[in-house]
RNA sequence: GGGCGGUUAGCUCAGCUGGUCAGAGCGCCUCGCUUACACCGAGGAAGUCACAGGUUCGAGUCCUGUACCGCCCACCA
């Protein structure tokens, strides 16, 4: 692609649908997303920087919090590679098992179909199917964020190289003696009909009942119950009572010191179960005395456990009662314990109820109640792997941010529980297990399992595959690994291993954050990440969290079209602070595109300012620092100001603070003081051509400067407004590539300077709405300029006239000078050390004497507020003795400064 | 039951290591279609920085406590 002409004709609206696909395209053409991009300024010897992209799930489409995460990465992506670094930026989609399933559920049910009546094959089948299409869909999305991913290095958490890596870690895990198979209580959902996680079970606050269930105590002599002998339990899972093997006390309850040892019957099972005595009882929590049912509850499981205990599973897959569950068998557990209240009832054992506020485990997933049930299951051993994340990040060769997660993650770390990862779920990789006859398992990374049983050498074909998968978040443990090659030595692996940042948010710290460094540092003896950037989440107008049950998700698609990916991405951005949830809505949109329109504008108003000396295809210049005036090097400081606190924010990731740099920069000096400045010089037919050129070439390097700057924010438009500006003929034709702006030379002297007359133009125009003039009225100004301004007021006469409308604009010397020469009608200004007075003689003012006087009453108020203030701190032999000098210094001349204000107000209200 | 975060203009939020830090956007009020931009320009009003103590010469900014709001962790059945 060749070189876009400078200088070519914007269009005069801006209508970003009318280019960004345009770019991305001719940004894929020149190819360089890659890290080593075509043509670019890459230095291929430097640290590549690398992302790798936190894989969306493959549900269906992005939402919001998707577009803010991929905005916040390509930004720091394009700001790397615009550093000159190597830069990869790697995009995936993960295969999301169980939410996955859970999406393709209720598609074949519409389809009158279910997991069971298509079998395992078939629903597999549709589910590639499915995530086929939602895959493009997907895809089309992040491109039209403007992600630069290298679509190259695309990988899916179902695809073959991560099959690969997930068999060989968990094949590795299980050698090193981390993975291990047993009998547990798992949280099952039934409506999932799979286990899930701790994590994945959300404890839901309900008011539910506490009932007092008295329990028949066995006469010893007779083994049949004693009448006088009885235990009330308290509880509010009543069905669970099928279950019961044993009811606990407090070792040192009185009340039933006596029953220890004891032997009650179990209600309905007639089951004669022992009390024992445990210190896990609360003696002030009901009655004091619980029932203990170890296969479905996890501190009754840790109970029997511990006394050894019968475990007597009396709920199924689908939460009814077992067979075990005698008269009740069948019934699903609610049912079940409807009709065991109504039954203890019947007999005069339901002793009491009462409300009871109670958190109820819920599946993350379907909302279904989890029920904790006794399974044979494969767990990770977490306590070493926990050890060695938290070692990498206390040494800090992984830092987290915002700091105050730190805190959090050291806690969960530290009070880690092994890791269920066996799902009962076809979607997602097959647990790499095999067993034989005989149940002996054997770990195979080869897909076609062991050759023998490694325990027995019974041969391949009479073993079995465990029929579950992984816990989807098994897969995405391995992903900053997997995806470069991992396990094998890949020239990717290689070069982009460990990545630089793990951008994601706050709300998978555990579920996937801390598995990748747990994983990554145990497999790959490296940290998988040097900083973990924790984003907020993005929350809807009201605050609320996004979710498409709300119905409150913003398709970002919406809001691209109608506002354009640049101005989507800043205001994503814009209102951002690392680690903190962030509220969206239109107006911060509408604001962001206002914006967009701004600089789009202003670029095009540095188009057709072009001096007719200057060719259309002019090659960029400097200007000539000979010909420049106090505004084009106010300018210059300015834009280099920029330059610094926008590389300051970066090296914080402080990426909201580094948009509001911008704005203020672009919209308030550059284009509100820069090109008004400037438009007089270029308009100035007594300058020469030398002048004006200087001039423009600054706008054109000011211009330049801030569009390098914004580009990782707002990719598109400041790619499209490049190509309308001269460049060198060492520059790469696209901007995604050209280099990061260097911090030019401040000049203090000429942004006091500036700075000043920009501060008497604003108070002329405030004294002129005051005074209600006519807006476009032309007044005499008189002005009385120190010495130390007399060159750059003069220099900036002509700008001064036109913005302060001023006609003629009379200079003075002195303050006396000026009240000679004007007399004292007029309104006057008073701004730092200049001094002026608008409409003298001519009578405008005349009307508007009153309210002139009431502004500078005010102004008068104010400065002697000030000035006592000042005045009574400088006093204070506390504050001289005690602050820094520097801090004095500072007071001494601010209260010089008022002192002036002060006086030059009261002499002229005193006429 | 622990822990964390928040409480700053009507609304949404910035304010880093204490000393022009009382700010921005939106909204509101008054003007203005001055050929870059009405997705605009000029000007303006508006906050005892949740509350109470404390440290300090000096505190939205540090400490303690209180009150609300939110989040995370947690085996009182």
New binding site residues.
């Given amino acids: 692609m060749t070189r876009t002409s400078s200088g070519a004709a914007l269009p ?4 970003p649908s009318d280019f960004e696909g345009e770019i991305y395209e001719r940004w894929l053409a020149a190819d360089v997303f890659a890290p080593d991009a075509a043509g670019a300024t890459v230095d291929r010897a430097a640290t590549p920087f690398v992302i790798i992209q936190p894989p969306p799930n493959i549900t269906g489409s992005l939402h919001l919090g998707h577009a803010q995460r991929t905005a916040v990465e390509d930004l720091m992506i394009r700001h790397a590679r615009m550093l000159g670094r190597p830069t990869l930026f790697l995009p995936g989609l993960d295969h999301a098992s169980i939410a996955a399933q859970f999406v393709l559920d209720r598609i074949v049910a519409a389809e009158g179909e279910s997991r069971e009546s298509l079998g395992r094959e078939r629903y597999l089948a549709r589910m590639r199917e499915f995530v086929e299409t939602t895959r493009e869909v997907m895809l089309a999305q992040q491109r039209r964020v403007g992600g630069s991913f290298d679509w190259g290095r695309l990988r899916f958490t179902m695809d073959e190289m991560s099959s690969h890596a997930v068999r060989v870690a968990f094949s590795r895990l299980y050698r090193d003696g981390l993975a291990y198979r047993t009998e547990a209580l798992v949280n099952w959902c039934p409506g999932c009909r799979t286990s899930v996680s ?2 994945e ?3 839901t ?1 309900e008011t ?1 009942t ?1 009932w007092s269930v008295r329990y028949h105590v066995l006469d010893p002599a007779t083994g049949e119950p004693d009448p006088d002998r009885s235990i009330t ?5 009543p069905e ?1 009572i099928l279950g019961d093997t044993a009811v ?1 006390v ?1 070792p040192d309850d009185p009340r039933y010191r006596d029953l220890v040892g004891a032997t009650v019957r179990i209600p309905f099972v007639e089951r004669d179960v022992p009390v024992i005595a445990d210190s ?12 203990i ?1 170890p296969a479905h ?4 499981y ?2 029997g456990k511990r006394h050894g205990l019968a475990m007597i599973t009396v709920l199924d897959d689908e939460a009814r009662v077992t067979a075990d569950g005698g008269a009740y068998a069948g019934l699903d557990r609610y049912e079940a314990r409807a009709r065991i209240l109504t039954d203890l009832r019947a007999r005069g054992d339901l002793v009491a109820e009462r409300p ?5 485990g819920r599946c993350q997933r379907s909302n279904d109640v989890i029920e904790p049930r006794l399974k044979t299951q494969w767990f990770i051993r977490t306590n070493p792997l926990a050890e060695a994340a938290l070692e990498a990040t206390r040494t800090g060769r992984t830092r987290i941010l915002p700091p ?2 730190v ?2 993650w050291e ?2 770390l530290t ?3 092994d890791w269920n990862v066996s799902r009962q779920l076809w979607w997602g990789h097959r647990i790499p297990a095999w067993y034989c006859p005989d149940g002996h398992a054997s770990v195979s990374e080869h897909s076609g399992g062991p050759p023998a049983c490694e325990v027995c050498g019974r041969p391949a074909s009479e073993l079995t595959q465990d029929p579950d998968i992984f816990d989807t978040w098994f897969s995405s443990g391995l992903w900053p690994f997997s995806t470069l090659g991992w396990p094998e030595d890949t020239p990717d692996y290689r070069r982009f291993y460990p990545t630089s940042v793990m951008e994601t948010g ?2 998978i ?2 579920f996937w954050v801390a598995r990748m460094m747990m994983l990554g540092l145990h497999l790959t003896g490296r940290e998988p990440f040097h900083t973990v950037y924790l984003s ?1 989440l993005i ?1 809807d ?3 609320q ?1 996004m979710s498409k049950t709300k119905g409150n998700v913003v398709d970002p698609l919406g809001a691209i079209d109608e ?1 354009g990916a640049d ?1 989507l991405r800043f205001a994503l951005i814009h ?3 690392p ?7 239109t ?2 949109l ?2 962001a ?14 188009a ?2 072009r001096p007719a000396s200057i060719p259309v295809d002019a090659v960029r210049q400097h200007p000539n620092p000979a010909r420049l005036g106090p505004a084009e090097r106010w300018i210059a400081s300015r834009t280099a100001a920029a330059v610094r606190a926008v590389d ?1 924010s970066l090296g ?1 990731f ?1 990426f ?2 580094m948009t ?1 740099i911008l ?2 920069a672009i ?2 000096e ?4 820069g ?2 400045l400037a ?1 007089v010089r270029l308009a100035d037919e007594s300058l020469g051509p030398d002048e004006r050129e200087a001039t423009w070439w600054t706008l054109v390097d000011a211009l330049d400067t801030y569009l390098r700057l914004l580009h990782p924010v707002m990719p598109f438009i400041t790619e499209a407004l490049w190509a309308t500006i001269p460049h060198r003929a060492d520059e790469p034709d696209l901007l995604i590539v050209a280099r990061w702006p260097a911090a030019g030379e401040r000049d203090s002297q000429v942004e006091l300077e500036v700075g000043a007359i920009v501060e008497l ?2 108070g002329i ?2 004294a ?3 005074a ?1 003039i ?3 009225a032309r007044l005499p100004v008189d002005v009385a300029v120190p010495a130390r301004l007399a060159a750059t007021f003069a220099a900036l006469s002509p700008a001064i006239e036109r ?1 302060a409308r001023a006609m003629p604009l009379r200079v003075h010397p002195t303050s006396a000078a000026l009240r000679k020469a004007a007399g004292s009608d007029g309104l006057a200004v008073i701004s730092g050390d200049l001094e002026a007075l608008v409409g003298t003689g001519t009578g405008a003012a005349d009307g508007a004497a009153r309210a002139d006087v009431g502004r500078l009453e ?1 102004e008068l108020a104010d400065a002697e507020r ?1 000035l006592a203030a000042a005045r009574a ?1 400088l006093a ?1 032999k ?2 001289t ?4 000098p520097a ?2 210094e ?2 001494r ?2 209260e010089a ?1 008022l002192a002036e204000t002060v006086a030059r107000l009261r002499s002229r209200l005193r006429r």
């Fill in positions: 005069k609206s801006y209508v701790d994590l079970v959300i404890p606050p539910g506490l339990i308290a509880t509010t899972r669970t606990a407090h896990i009882v609360d003696r002030e929590f009901g009655t004091g005395a619980l029932k049912t509850d996890q501190a009754d840790d109970t009871h506020e109670m958190l109820i105050r997660f805190k959090v806690h969960w009070n880690i529980r706050h709300d710290l555990f907020g929350r107008a009201q605050g969290r506002s101005a209102g951002a602070t680690g903190v949830d962030q509220r969206f809505g107006q911060k509408e604001n595109r206002n914006f967009a329109n701004k600089l789009w504008n202003a670029a095009r108003y540095v057709g300012a300051g914080e402080a909201g603070e509001r704005y203020d919209w308030s550059y284009c509100d003081w090109l008004e438009k133009v604003r125009r405030n002129r709405a005051e209600k006519e807006p476009g913005m005010k000030f701190r204070d506390a504050f003795s005690k602050a820094p801090v004095v500072g007071a001349a601010r400064e």
